[in-house]
């Protein structure tokens, strides 16, 4: 999905640190891990789905926050970025402190659709114009998705709540380690480059 280096036509208020990838792969590890936690986990309790989902939630909205300098975007779309990374993270803050199925399905569902819709409309903003237009996109729907699916599921418990939150994880966690692998080679060439 990730574009493999920056188009010709690209402004240099909108061209990404030689880095990026480094805090794409973060992003990656929290979400993979969390997924993993999330499968092997075979009957968790309200707590540890609160502290699960709520670090999880947390690292996403800090990593995201990080992102948002490495990717060297205007002004507008940059804090966008920030506010959907800024919005996850006190999603996770409010389910690490609040443990309750109810609270956890409705503070997660916000954190992650306005964090998704916020990133959906920077991926649109900067389709084919940024290495990471696609990944944006993808990863906004997917944590929509997601989103729309945790209030049907309250009603089950901690476990059906985190495996519905752990398998978009996994699937955002799989996109962004292709977009931080792909970011890392391209930086080699550009490194090795005269």
Known sequence: MTQPSTPAGAAPATTPRIDLWRPVLLRAAAALVFGAVTVFWTSPSVEVMGWAGGLYLLAAGLVSLRTVPAAGLAQNSGKMLSAAGAVLAGAGFAVLLLHSDLLFGVIAALGLGVAG???????????????????????????????????????????????????????????????????????????GKP
């Open 117 to 191: 819709l916020l990133e959906l409309a920077c991926g649109l903003r900067h389709r084919g114009r940024h290495v990471l237009g696609r990944d944006w996109i993808a990863s906004g729907v997917i944590g929509i998705g997601t989103a729309a699916l945790l209030p049907f599921f309250v009603s089950l418990g901690a476990h059906a709540l985190l495996g519905v939150t752990g398998g978009g994880a996994i699937v955002s966690g799989v996109l962004w380690v292709l977009s931080g692998l792909t970011l890392r080679h391209d930086a080699r060439g550009v490194a």
